[in-house]
């Protein structure tokens, strides 16, 4: 069986897999674009299907996803001109049976410190792989 294609292009986005479904977030409006996205989408494999789910209150593409539990967190990454600087430290939290984005936390340092790096959870806290540097 080929996999359905998905309902948007999209370059440069994250994801997470939960109950035989994957989640991808954000991205590039299309694979040459710079533009950051704030749309989400659900791949069901059982069904082969994508579907739209809630859109991020932030545009991101080359951010990081984690889950935990039944929410997904997504943070970090290259926002759009338009994103402030309070905005571009907001880690925010998908809650899967709400289909629903809530401003979580904020990190300590804005979004572009926190490209595509690698998180995962270990005893209940977020650890990242990534190299901060500060100009």
């Known amino acids: 069986m080929q996999m359905a294609p998905m309902s948007e292009k999209r370059g440069c986005a994250c994801g997470v897999c939960l109950e035989k479904k994957v989640y991808v977030f954000g991205g590039t409006v299309?694979?040459?674009?710079?533009?950051?996205?704030?749309?989400?989408?659900?791949?069901?494999?059982?069904?082969?299907?994508?579907?739209?789910?809630?859109?991020?209150?932030?545009?991101?593409?080359?951010?990081?996803?984690?889950?935990?539990?039944?929410?997904?967190y997504v943070f970090?990454?290259?926002?759009?001109?338009?994103?402030?600087?309070?905005?571009?430290?907001?880690v925010e939290c998908y809650d899967v049976q709400k289909n629903q984005w809530v401003a979580a936390h904020s990190m300590p340092y804005e979004e572009t410190y926190f490209r595509?790096?690698?998180?995962?959870?270990?005893?209940?806290?977020?650890?990242?792989?990534?190299?901060?540097?500060?100009?």
């Open 76 to 90: 970090g990454g290259i926002g759009s001109e338009s994103v402030d600087r309070h905005n571009s430290r907001m």
């Open 30 to 72: 299309d694979a040459f674009s710079r533009h950051a996205s704030v749309s989400c989408e659900v791949y069901d494999i059982t069904l082969n299907e994508w579907h739209s789910i809630a859109s991020m209150h932030v545009p991101r593409f080359h951010a990081s996803a984690v889950l935990l539990q039944d929410r997904i």
């Open 116 to 135: 595509g790096c690698p998180v995962s959870m270990f005893k209940d806290l977020l650890h990242s792989l990534n190299k901060v540097t500060i100009p």
